[in-house]
Nanobody, 113 residues
Framework: QLQFVESGGGLVQAGGSLRLSCAVS????????IAWYRQAPGKERELVAR???????IYAESVKGRFTISRDNAKNTVYLQMNSLKSEDTAVYFC???????WGQGTQVTVSS
């Protein structure tokens, strides 16, 4: 069964950093493309970063240069390193495939200004 378990969120001051983790089960991430999404209060869920099976990464303009997506194939885990955080990064962060089905619980990131 395909499952995503996100962790690593928290409360951080603007300018700070966090690293999110996404433990994936049910598929092998090195053969699949995985993305991080986020949903802020009152807003639609948006795609933040993706990593393709070949290792290519693509970022939303709003996070380019600040966020880095990576993966550990041995752990079947995808990461999102977030630096220079801004208040507008406050959201619940989720991971999923590029054709998302069932969502995990997500992890809350709150950036105080």
């Amino acid at each position: 069964q395909l499952q995503f378990v996100e962790s690593g969120g928290g409360l951080v001051q603007a300018g700070g950093s966090l690293r999110l983790s996404c433990a994936v089960s049910g598929i092998t991430i090195r053969f699949n493309s995985i993305a991080w999404y986020r949903q802020a209060p009152g807003k639609e869920r948006e795609l933040v970063a993706r990593i393709y099976s070949a290792g290519t990464t693509i970022y939303a303009e709003s996070v380019k240069g600040r966020f880095t997506i990576s993966r550990d194939n041995a752990k079947n885990t995808v990461y999102l390193q977030m630096n220079s955080l801004k208040s507008e990064d406050t959201a619940v962060y989720f991971c999923n495939t590029l054709s998302p089905g069932r969502w995990g619980q997500g992890t809350q990131v709150t950036v105080s200004s």
